[in-house]
């Protein structure tokens, strides 16, 4: 398994611009987020979803929109980059059944808006 | 709504001297929570979690953590540091509509 891969590892937005960030998965989990990291923030929500066609709002879903059409799949698109955006950004699933409810994290992407 | 508070940003401890990093939340409901650890330049990886059953539960490289209902807190805590320890520790707890939100985290610094 490869479990959770991110696309692309870095990249250089310029204000205004949109984007996708893509996120698969390949361990048949219900369940994915996107997380943002920013220094002395930690990690915050951003959107989740429990399964595909179902989304839901994070802490700073703002800026942000999620699709989820199929199981695999979580990709995050901005809309109009900001610098406010400048970040390292987390996706992450889990099987939300039975007692595995622990997260698995792909290596993260670090988004740069100037 | 939910919330989990990590109340120290920095934790230094010798090598050898037993460990706590603090944890305590805010959910509706019965509480699934969560120690994850990431090392530099890396993501972030599930140390142990508290679900059901026995207060004190037992995770990977030897962390344990202790889940108190009365206080709303999940320490981490580990008998005897290691400088390998030293990285950044966070807390997670989810809800019952399955939403997980992550402490703002607490760097570790095991000193030699």
């Known amino acids: 398994n490869a479990g959770v891969t991110q696309t692309p590892k870095f990249q250089v937005l310029k204000t205004g611009q949109s984007m996708t960030l893509q996120c698969a998965q390949d361990m048949n989990h219900e369940y994915m987020s996107w997380y943002r990291q920013d220094p002395g923030m930690g990690l915050r929500l951003i959107h989740y979803?429990?399964?595909?066609?179902?989304?839901d709002q994070g802490e700073v879903p703002n800026g942000y929109n999620v699709s989820r059409s199929t199981t695999e799949d979580f990709p995050l698109r901005l809309l109009s980059a900001a610098p406010s955006q400048t970040s390292v950004y987390f996706c992450?699933?889990?099987?939300?059944?039975?007692?595995?409810?622990?997260?698995?994290f792909g290596p993260g992407t670090r988004l740069t808006v100037t | 709504a939910q919330s989990v508070a990590q109340p120290e940003d920095q934790v230094n401890v010798a090598e050898g001297n037993p460990l706590t990093v603090k944890c305590t939340y805010s959910?509706?409901?019965?509480?699934?929570l969560f120690w994850y650890v990431q090392y530099p330049n890396r993501g972030l990886q599930f140390l142990l979690k508290?679900?059901?059953?026995?207060?004190l539960v037992k995770g990977s490289y030897g962390f344990e953590a202790e889940f108190n209902k009365s206080q709303t807190s999940f320490h981490l805590k580990k008998p005897s540091a290691l400088v390998s320890d030293s990285a950044l520790y966070f807390c997670a707890v989810r809800d019952i509509r399955d939403k997980i939100i992550f402490g703002k985290g607490t760097r570790l610094h095991i000193l030699p």
């Open positions: 959910v509706s409901g019965n509480p699934y």
């Open positions: 508290y679900i059901t059953g026995d207060n």
């Open positions: 992450a699933s889990s099987d939300p059944s039975g007692g595995n409810r622990e997260q698995y």
């Open positions: 979803s429990v399964g595909a066609g179902i989304t």
